[in-house]
């Protein structure tokens, strides 16, 4: 496994060289990611980013996309596991619109882009998971301008409050 896994670590670093070495990137001209962050350039040294530091952040990009991605779909799943009712309403709107497997419908059709809109109820569900458990951050910070009550909580001004998005 572990073998298997520097394996995949050695093609993606071998591909986002081949990126890296682009013409428009190495010449800083083009619009793509890498020419626009070839741009940047170190305040303490005046110089743009080394190859292997333009890498080391398309592998940050890579892997953060990866990862909220992959939260997102880990607690959509586990909230529809936890409402089966809101399976089954989502399962009738697939089947409604022709795009879910079952003994009815053997050989669903193929889901397409325009689908997407068209699917409220799942949209809805995915949202409201999402709002649940958002993969940015699971609090917002604000500081308070002046004192004030929350409850029967005295906050003092200049205080930093963190609000958990869990409890709205």
Not at 84 to 100: H, N, V
Not at 132 to 137: D, I, K, Q, R, Y
């Amino acid at each position: 496994m572990v073998r298997h896994c520097k394996q995949i670590i050695g093609e993606v670093t071998a591909r986002l060289y081949d990126y890296v070495n682009q013409q428009d990137i190495l010449q800083m001209n083009g619009e793509s990611l890498g020419a626009l962050l070839m741009r940047v350039k170190d305040p303490l040294t005046g110089k743009p980013m080394s190859k292997e530091r333009l890498v080391g952040e398309f592998a940050k990009l890579f892997l953060a996309s990866f990862e909220t991605t992959a939260h997102s779909l880990g607690w959509i799943f586990m909230e529809l596991a936890c409402h089966p009712e809101i399976q089954l309403k989502i399962q009738a709107e697939l089947a409604d619109k022709g795009l879910l497997c079952n003994e009815a419908n053997p050989n669903p059709r193929e889901i397409e882009w325009s689908d997407l809109g068209n699917l409220s109820y799942m949209n809805m569900a995915i949202k409201e998971a999402m709002r649940m458990h958002p993969s940015a951050s699971a609090t917002t910070v604000r500081i308070t301008e002046t004192a004030t009550k929350v409850g029967p909580y005295a906050i003092p001004s200049n205080t930093m409050i963190r609000i958990y998005s869990y409890s709205v």
